[in-house]
């Protein structure tokens, strides 16, 4: 009696990823098979697919141009609004070092400046922004509200974020000689950061953004 293997249709559709990884391992790779593997190589994803593929990790970069790029298309995929808050400049402070900080609800940040020590408010703490606080009259928010991963001080009306508010950075060009403040808040996006960033703070999972030098 002879039996003929009939197709299931609940049978999970054949991945060819994993196909390759027995002959892979027995050293029987064809040209087909390297095609597969090269175009699983990290740099040629989409920058949509690395969104989805490591979206509770910490990207780092090694310039800020391209951290701030990911950063911007993190923040429109959340799909809340993106507010733009310029630096505020004492008198004397130079118009072209003024800068903006883009933020929105469900963002992720990292904070630049020591607050509070003892509560895990430190340089490198990660938090998620849960709310931006209503406009002034210069267009820039009194306060933004964040849900930090570590933090361990006194909650704040039994909420589970907390208040930060804008601080005042110090600024010096050594040329002119001229001094001023700026005001803003203290922290920065932290879906990807640069590795000089990173490196006040520790972390489980982090993809990397590699450069390459030309000589």
Same mark, same amino acid.
């Given at each position: 009696m002879r039996f003929s293997r009939r197709a299931n249709e609940t049978e999970k559709p054949e991945n060819p990823f994993r /196909? #390759? @990884?027995s002959p892979f391992r027995e050293g029987r790779v064809t040209k087909r098979?390297? /095609?597969? #593997?090269?175009?699983?190589? @990290?740099r040629k994803l989409s920058m949509e697919k690395k969104i989805l593929f490591f979206n509770d990790a910490n990207y780092l970069f090694g310039e800020n141009a391209a951290a701030e790029e990911y950063n911007m298309l993190r923040l429109k995929h959340l799909g809340t609004p993106v507010f733009? !808050?310029? =630096?505020? #400049? +004492?008198r004397g402070g130079p118009a072209d070092t003024e800068k903006s900080l883009s933020l929105a609800v469900k963002g992720r940040v990292m904070l630049i400046k020591n607050i509070f020590v003892e509560a895990a408010l430190y340089n490198g703490a990660l938090g998620t922004v849960t709310e !931006?606080?209503?406009l002034g009259e210069d267009g820039r928010p009194s306060v933004v509200f964040i849900k930090f991963d570590k933090y361990l001080g006194p909650r704040y009306l039994l909420r =589970? =974020? !907390?208040?930060i508010l804008m601080c005042p950075f110090a600024q010096y060009d050594s040329i002119s000689g001229r001094s001023w +403040?700026?005001?803003n808040f203290p922290f920065i996006n932290a879906f990807g950061v640069t590795v000089h960033k990173s490196q006040v703070r520790s972390t489980q999972t982090i993809p990397f953004h590699p450069i390459i030098f030309m000589f």
């Open positions: /196909e #390759l @990884l098979d390297e /095609e597969m #593997l090269n175009s699983r190589q @990290l733009e !808050i310029r =630096d505020k #400049l +004492t !931006i606080g209503p =589970d =974020d !907390i208040p +403040t700026k005001f």
